[in-house]
């Protein structure tokens, strides 16, 4: 044996005898492991009190149960979502920061607002779907329209005026893609805030909204406002007696305001696959559905792979909505 041949030998048998000896966390940090070894943080980039907010601390507490180590929520509110997500973007991709992220964040504002602090396509790995709420169509009891074909034909003839809790929001989303569907044209009226919307409806000033469950559905079981229908792909449990838009003549229409999951960019998959199995798991306990639901949320995990396309189908659709209405708004 040659000399050359001699040192192959040997350093295969040493190579052998390492990854035998020495910890494979140590030689392979990207594999889960003993994930995780200290607290983990979920970014929630609204306010406390919130949907996402409770979302998160619901998934945190049972998360930390299941995994042994402390789940911390910590509320960075500000510019609209973009602070928040933003911090998110830029932390490390190790599997203990993690985002509450949003279809407004990750969906919506990347066609509508320029200068994010993110890459919405870029910044992130998905981890799991945690749930979706469903906006109502309501309308003042005096218009003359009590389902979607009738407020369409209506629409055609006289002009209509709908409220939003501002420019990019779901409420506003949800028209502007109901007016490309339907084929008619109404007049934006943005405003501060839900409430201030629902108000100016009530008091007959605006024709309409889309409001979230589940202020929506107690609006329209008081009888203040009619519900017309409800925008996601199915009857919701909330109000079971209204129908969708998609099956009043507008098939495609399906507006789900939804939160999930996300990992910085480079996190590595086992950590992301780790997650994605904790939080269907989370999920699919009657406990924590039933908590969920009573909040006005539709709970529903995805695989990784399931929620990346579901987000890219959600951005390319708003996308061709905002586009299409020459919507844009600064970075807020």
């Not at 605006?206 to 008081?222: C, Q």
Request: proline content about 8%.
């Amino acid at each position: 044996m040659d000399f050359s041949s001699a040192i192959r030998v040997i350093g295969s048998r040493l190579l052998a005898v390492l990854s035998f000896a020495v910890p494979l966390g140590w030689l392979a940090p990207a594999c889960a492991g003993n994930y995780p070894e200290h607290p983990i943080k979920i970014i929630v980039p609204f306010t406390p009190g919130g949907t996402s907010d409770v979302l998160a601390r619901t998934v945190a507490e049972q998360m930390a149960l299941d995994l042994g180590q402390p789940v911390i929520v910590e509320n960075r509110p500000g510019a609209g979502s973009a602070l928040g997500t933003g911090v998110a973007a830029r932390s490390a991709p190790d599997g203990y920061t993690l985002l509450m992220g949003s279809s407004s964040a990750l969906a919506v504002n990347p066609a509508l607002v320029d200068d994010l602090p993110y890459d919405a396509a870029r910044s992130f790995a998905p981890v799991s779907l945690v749930a979706g709420i469903q906006n109502i169509l309501l309308v003042n009891p005096s218009l003359p329209v009590r389902n979607v074909q009738e407020l369409i034909a209506y629409g055609k003839t006289h002009k209509l005026f709908f409220a939003s809790a501002g420019t990019g929001s779901s409420p506003h989303m949800s028209a502007e893609l109901f007016e490309a569907l339907a084929g008619i044209e109404m007049t934006h009226v943005p405003f501060k805030g839900g409430p201030q919307a629902l108000s100016e409806v009530v008091a007959g000033r605006v024709d309409l909204v889309f409001d979230n469950m589940p202020t929506a559905a107690t609006m329209v079981k008081s009888g203040q406002l009619r519900g017309l229908a409800v925008t996601g792909a199915h009857v919701s449990p909330m109000v079971p007696d209204i129908p969708t838009v998609a099956s009043q003549g507008l098939p495609g229409y399906d507006v789900t305001v939804w939160y999930g999951l996300m990992a910085p960019a480079g996190t590595p998959q086992a950590i992301v696959d780790t997650l994605g199995k904790e939080t269907a798991a989370i999920l699919a306990r009657d406990d924590i559905r039933k908590k969920l639901i009573g909040i006005g949320t539709e709970p529903q995990s995805m695989t990784p792979a399931e929620f990346g396309a579901f987000i890219d189908g959600e951005r390319t659709k708003w996308a061709q909505v905002i586009n299409k209405a020459g919507i844009k708004t600064a970075a807020r």
